[in-house]
């Protein structure tokens, strides 16, 4: 049975109560009636929590009809003829989750698509840090700068993979939100065949047709009405008269075609076979894949991630050492893999190299999508935590990269022995390319990443794409710095579904707002209201659920303890915002004989004036 908390009230010119609203993602108003059904069929608890402890909330029967009251005894401000105007309220803050997008509804799988389309009609705006009275527009959509960001500044095969496409993931997605706060970037389960995947209800959803994401082989509509691509000139690679571009190519416009060319067997991309090489992977893969058919397969997610967080039999693998090198090595074959099932734009068109067109495809979001949440999922694990007390070592700066941000590698990769190259050369060879590539793997994960820093990347002849790098006359852009290392890019999104989730994850922000279940056995729940409170300030609301017992805390970050003990009581504090810093919340609970501890930091994301309230619906 649910717990429901009620923030205030609907009312008519008369007074008289006719829904109630709900601190909920979304805000939901409930009926009253449908209160009163949820109550009498024990679906739901609903609180009121106005007061130092919650009330319950029961329906009372007479002849007149059926009506809601708090208990008898219940702090006064808890009255729900007390509670607060719904239209009174501060808002709560939109906590979009990512969700697997075939169970997500056809209505919010048409407005994702529908914003992806909106984005071709979108700009960038011109920094204001020009002192040119008249800039010139950025000529690129937002849709196409995306494509010129990974043209210019991509990074594949080294440690910053994960990292960087995180950061691209994450602004391409605050774009969204910029048309639609109520959107996520959605992902695809890449162990489902796109045009059959499990729609969570026991049917199938086609994610290839004009209903979403376009069609398999050329997409069609709407992309080629939207102007994502042009078979006819004048496009990226053909001029209006008909001439040959040559690079680099204009970035404001459309490249003539894309595609996409799944395996004719119809084969999903855990059962394809060997035969089916030479119709996914350029001509020569031969010399690089194995003559098995699970070399053209992903993993399960439970495959793909269970080697980098336990040993052989079962025990937590060490930590941190090299466990990030071997997981991010891992996906990125499988990522590879995946971009090769897809075919045409996304897989290169069957060239050796598939980053240089994938992005003309709006798909490859949903693919990469799913690249960050099992990388999500590998660092929400609690695998290989020895002590409570400790914040989870893969979320953590000093401890997340391993031993490659001190610089060294476990295997130094394109390093093959040379023909009639004797044991000891190689040997010397291999060392110098081993400390050689830990260190640019080390300088790297420091360093600010392009685009975001203004500058081009590392050996790259292209300047940083604009708004970030300087516009086409040398005017300065508005570069924001972003570095593997920060926890703005450690931080985990929210997704609907982690690895390993059922046996408890660790304790974060996005486990705290999807409402997941701790390693801990808690369950505590986070819900955000902004201009709650002075601008200044936060305030930090802890209550307790109806079936939770025994003592519970938070520490905050000036040490002030908040704490309270028994079912339903609450306790609340402020706390000043240039005090938090790069603190922690301390969360304490007491059982018999001994106290558990655990710890959420990364204090960036919240915003002056919020209220946060965690309720500890179960422990």
């Not at 109630?20 to 949820?38: F, H, S």
């Not at 006064?76 to 309220?89: G, I, K, Q, T, V």
């Not at 660092?379 to 400790?390: D, F, I, N, T, Y």
Request: glycine share 8%.
């Amino acid at each position: 049975m649910g717990v429901r908390h009620i923030r205030g009230a609907v009312r008519d010119r008369n007074g008289v109560t006719l829904a109630l609203c709900l601190r909920e993602p979304g805000a939901p108003v409930v009926p009253v009636g449908q209160v009163i059904d949820d109550l009498d069929a024990r679906r739901h608890t609903y609180l009121v929590d106005a007061g130092s402890r919650a009330a319950k909330v029961r329906v009372v029967h007479d002849p007149d009809g059926a009506y809601l009251r708090t208990d008898p005894d219940a702090d006064p401000a808890n009255n729900l003829d007390s509670l607060p105007r719904c239209e009174d309220l501060p808002p709560l803050a939109q906590q979009p989750v990512r969700r697997d997008v075939a169970t997500v509804g056809a209505e919010e799988r048409r407005r994702l698509r529908d914003a992806i389309l909106e984005l071709n009609h979108r700009h960038y705006p011109t920094p204001k840090v020009t002192v040119d009275p008249m800039p010139t527009p950025d000529p690129v959509s937002i849709w196409f700068k995306q494509d010129e960001v990974h043209q210019a500044t991509h990074v594949h095969d080294e440690a910053t993979f994960l990292a960087w496409h995180r950061a691209l993931v994450n602004e391409f997605e605050a774009q969204l939100q910029q048309i639609d706060p109520t959107l996520a970037l959605h992902y695809w389960d890449w162990t489902t065949h796109p045009e059959r995947a499990p729609d969570g209800q026991g049917g199938l959803v086609n994610l290839f047709d004009e209903g979403f994401m376009g069609a398999n082989g050329t997409i069609g509509s709407p992309f080629l009405e939207g102007g994502f691509y042009s078979p006819d000139p004048p496009n990226r690679y053909v001029t209006k008269d008909g001439h040959f571009r040559s690079v680099p190519f204009p970035a404001d416009l459309p490249p003539p075609r894309i595609t996409r060319a799944l395996p004719v067997s119809g084969h999903g991309p855990r059962e394809v076979t060997m035969a089916e090489r030479d119709e996914l992977w350029p001509p020569g893969s031969s010399e690089i894949l194995p003559g098995v058919d699970e070399a053209m397969r992903v993993h399960t997610d439970e495959d793909l991630l269970r080697p980098f967080l336990f040993d052989r039999v079962g025990a937590p693998a060490p930590r941190p050492g090299v466990a990030f090198e071997r997981f991010w090595r891992r996906l990125y074959i499988d990522h590879g893999l995946i971009h090769r099932f897809i075919g045409g734009t996304i897989g290169g068109d069957r060239t050796s190299d598939a980053g240089h067109s994938s992005f003309e495809d709006p798909f490859v979001f949903l693919l990469h999508s799913n690249v960050d949440r099992l990388w999500a999922s590998w660092q929400l694990s609690p695998a290989g935590l020895e002590a409570r007390a400790e914040p989870p070592w893969r979320l953590e700066p000093a401890w997340a990269y391993g031993q490659l941000l001190d610089g060294k590698v476990e295997v130094a990769t394109g390093t093959e022995p040379f023909p009639g190259e004797t044991q000891e050369a190689y040997d010397a060879r291999y060392d110098a390319a081993l400390a050689l590539q830990g260190a640019k793997a080390g300088r790297e994960i420091r360093s600010t990443m392009s685009p975001w820093n203004g500058l081009p990347r590392p050996g790259s002849p292209n300047a940083a794409p604009r708004p970030w790098g300087p516009s086409a006359q040398g005017k300065p852009g508005a570069p924001r710095q972003l570095r593997p290392i920060d926890r703005a890019v450690l931080r985990p999104p929210p997704y609907d579904r982690y690895t390993f989730e059922a046996d408890g994850l660790a304790a974060a922000w996005a486990t705290l707002l999807t409402v997941k279940r701790l390693s801990t056995h808690d369950i505590v729940r986070l819900t955000v209201e902004r201009d709650a409170t002075d601008a200044d300030h936060i305030e930090v609301v802890l209550q307790l659920g109806p079936d939770v017992s025994w003592w519970k805390g938070i520490r905050l970050p000036d040490w002030t303890m908040l704490d309270t003990e028994g079912a339903l009581s609450r306790a609340t504090t402020q706390h000043r915002v240039d005090e938090l810093g790069d603190g922690q919340f301390i969360f304490h609970k007491a059982i018999p004989g001994r106290r558990i501890v655990f710890r959420v930091a990364d204090m960036e994301w919240i915003r002056p004036g919020s209220r946060l309230t965690f309720l500890w619906e179960d422990d």
